[in-house]
Antibody, heavy 122, light 107 residues
Framework: QVQLQESGPGLVKPSQTLSLTCTVSGGSISSGTYYWSWIRQPAGKGLEWIGRIYTTGSTNYNPSLKSRVTISIDTSKNQFSLKLSSVTAADTAVYYC??????????????WGRGTLVTVSS | DIQMTQSPSSLSASVGDRVTITCQASQDISNYLNWYQQKPGKAPKLLIYDASNLETGVPSRFSGSGSETDFTFTISSLQPEDIATYYCQQYDNFALTFGGGTKVEIK
């Protein structure tokens, strides 16, 4: 079955750029029926949607993070990636990649990675 | 942005109790509202989509209702395995937002 796996550094210095990759296995990221999202969760807090990308490369971002976020897709590697610039301690969180099913009129996150903890600290 | 106000932020109930969580949207989102369950250390899991549709394989004690700005999530008979945090999520526009979450505990 399809699985998502986040990867990337677990520690990032303040002011630097956080970079994560989500690898899709067991299925094609090029399917035209899914958006691919990044969502984060600080320890003990709620979920925050960061942004998403479609197979065409079209993106939508959380307005509160838009100036610092870039999401890209590499269909040849079956991966999509997140870059978050100028990070601070407030960006410390578990970062999830997730698949949003948009095949029908109902859109929802039907598949999630296990999440990866990224700590921003010097 | 569409803000999602979820309440209560936490609750404690006994096994077998009926549990109700509400989610209020800052503007009309029709029925574009999903509910997720998150257990500690795990990724969220979809329970309800489009406000009232039960995801395949989810026990029927879970249900959802509502439209426009006011939504309700109900567990008809709380079970020990339902201990988790529950989140609503709207997808009315291209800036998705989640509610703040409701932590459900056993009394």
């Amino acid at each position: 079955q399809v699985q998502l796996q986040e990867s990337g550094p677990g520690l990032v210095k303040p002011s630097q750029t956080l970079s994560l990759t989500c690898t899709v296995s067991g299925g094609s990221i090029s399917s035209g029926t899914y958006y691919w999202s990044w969502i984060r969760q600080p320890a003990g807090k709620g979920l925050e949607w960061i942004g998403r990308i479609y197979t065409t490369g079209s993106t939508n971002y959380n307005p509160s993070l838009k100036s610092r976020v870039t999401i890209s897709i590499d269909t040849s590697k079956n991966q999509f990636s997140l870059k978050l610039s100028s990070v601070t301690a407030a960006d410390t969180a578990v970062y999830y990649c997730a698949r949003e099913d948009v095949r029908a009129a109902s859109w929802y996150f039907d598949l999630w990675g296990r999440g990866t903890l990224v700590t921003v600290s010097s | 942005d569409i803000q999602m106000t979820q309440s209560p932020s936490s609750l404690s109930a006994s096994v077998g109790d009926r549990v109700t969580i509400t989610c209020q949207a800052s503007q009309d989102i029709s029925n574009y509202l999903n509910w997720y369950q998150q257990k500690p250390g795990k990724a969220p899991k979809l329970l309800i989509y489009d406000a009232s549709n039960l995801e395949t394989g989810v026990p029927s004690r879970f249900s959802g209702s509502g439209s426009e700005t006011d939504f309700t999530f109900t567990i008809s008979s709380l079970q020990p395995e339902d201990i988790a945090t529950y989140y609503c999520q709207q997808y009315d526009n291209f800036a998705l937002t989640f509610g703040g979450g409701t932590k459900v505990e056993i009394k």
